[in-house]
């Protein structure tokens, strides 16, 4: 397999790309960045120049263009996914697009659709279930480490959605974004959730905005906040297993992220330190107990876990070098590992589920909306 040359529509100096995909391809022997676009000509320069690629756009579309580019990331804000991901996807790219996918689920499904016309390889940025503590509790699962699983609950914090920011970031604070605490962090760890315990089978929510406005302190100003800052959603997952996931906006001064697998036999606990809450990018902690141990304590994550991607790649790089790493492996032997546009559609389905069954209980009547299983 030849190497795959990746173009980033996005990879602007401090963004997400600099700090999640171009660390994590620079690892990476399979794959080689040949260029980036940003919306100014002088900022995509400075950035080339710092990582070392070779040609650098204001236009997304001579990215797309570039004979040399295989891969096309789009790694933008969410309103502009749709338009990004279309023009990839009509060129013959192969598409790795952040999640979420598109502005909800009717967005999502167009693209979905166009994937398929197209016959196009495409990934999406669900990193989660590649962080090694991750696939390893997957695993011990599995292999019965805790008997049956009766339930689990998992708290966690965005972090950003505090009560003061900046212009350029305001537009979180936004339903119509699609960059929100549920659709972002919430999903990011149900994801997580979903992997390593399978689908949800029916789930009810509560979604609240407990700020109704935030300060622009770059401005003195204040906007109002029409985006739920407090996520709690509940179900049964196909296991029979009760599930409880709450989700803040802001962070806490206790715990930011506790994930707990509660079974017959036994107990596993993930955590992360400091206050990150954002499970796909968090430093996690693995910990269990089972039989007639009285508390759990660490459990170290084997080798087996770290064979493409070292552990010394730390931060937020490290779950994306983990996909990259699978998608390579997929290329080459012809396997369907790393999760496309299917299953992205299928996780904004349990978007829309869960923002259904809140306001179907804001409306004074609690229903619970069933979902489909995953083949992911």
Do not use: C
């Not at 492996?329 to 790393?338: A, K, M, S």
């Amino acid at each position: 397999m030849k190497t795959i040359g990746v173009g980033i529509i996005g990879a602007g100096r401090g963004g997400w790309a600099a700090l999640g995909h171009i660390p994590a391809l620079q690892v990476l022997p399979d794959y080689e960045l040949r260029a980036i676009s940003t919306t100014r000509q002088e900022s995509a320069d400075a950035a080339a120049r710092e990582f070392g690629v070779p040609a650098s756009f204001d236009n997304h579309r001579d990215l797309i263009a570039h004979p040399d580019v295989d891969l096309v990331v789009v790694a933008v804000k969410v309103a502009h996914h749709h338009s990004l991901v279309s023009e990839a996807l009509a060129a013959g790219k192969a598409v790795y697009s952040e999640w979420p996918l598109g502005v909800g689920l009717k967005e999502a499904a167009d693209l979905t659709a166009r994937a398929r016309t197209a016959q196009a390889r495409t990934v999406i940025g669900l990193q989660a279930r590649f962080a090694p503590a991750v696939r390893h509790a997957r695993d011990l699962v599995a292999d019965g480490y805790v008997g049956k699983v009766l339930g689990t609950t998992l708290i966690g914090s965005g972090v950003a959605w505090v009560g003061e920011t900046d212009r350029a970031h305001a537009y979180i604070y936004d339903q119509s974004s699609g960059a929100t605490t549920l659709s972002v962090p919430a999903m990011h760890a149900l994801e997580a959730l979903n992997f390593v315990l399978g689908d949800f089978e029916e789930v009810s929510a509560h979604l609240v905005r407990g700020r109704t406005q935030v300060r622009i302190a770059d401005e003195g100003t204040t906007i109002p906040v029409t985006a739920p800052d407090q996520v709690s959603v509940t179900g049964t997952l196909h296991s029979g297993a009760a599930a409880s996931v709450f989700y803040r906006g802001a962070y806490s001064r206790g715990d930011n992220l506790r994930w707990e697998i509660h079974g017959t036999d036994g107990d596993l606990v993930l955590t992360a330190p400091g206050i990150n809450g954002n499970l796909q990018v968090a430093d996690l902690r693995l910990e269990g107990g089972r039989g007639t141990d009285d508390a759990v304590a660490p459990i170290e994550i084997p080798d087996r876990y770290f064979t493409t991607v070292p552990r010394g790649l730390a931060g937020p790089a490290h779950n994306v070098a983990q996909l990259y790493a699978a998608l390579a492996t997929d290329l080459r032997h012809g396997t369907d590992t790393v999760p496309g546009f299917d299953h992205a559609l299928n996780r904004h389905r349990l978007l829309s589920a869960i923002e259904e069954a809140s306001r179907t209980r804001a409306a004074g009547s609690v229903q619970r909306t069933a979902l489909v299983r995953s083949r992911w």
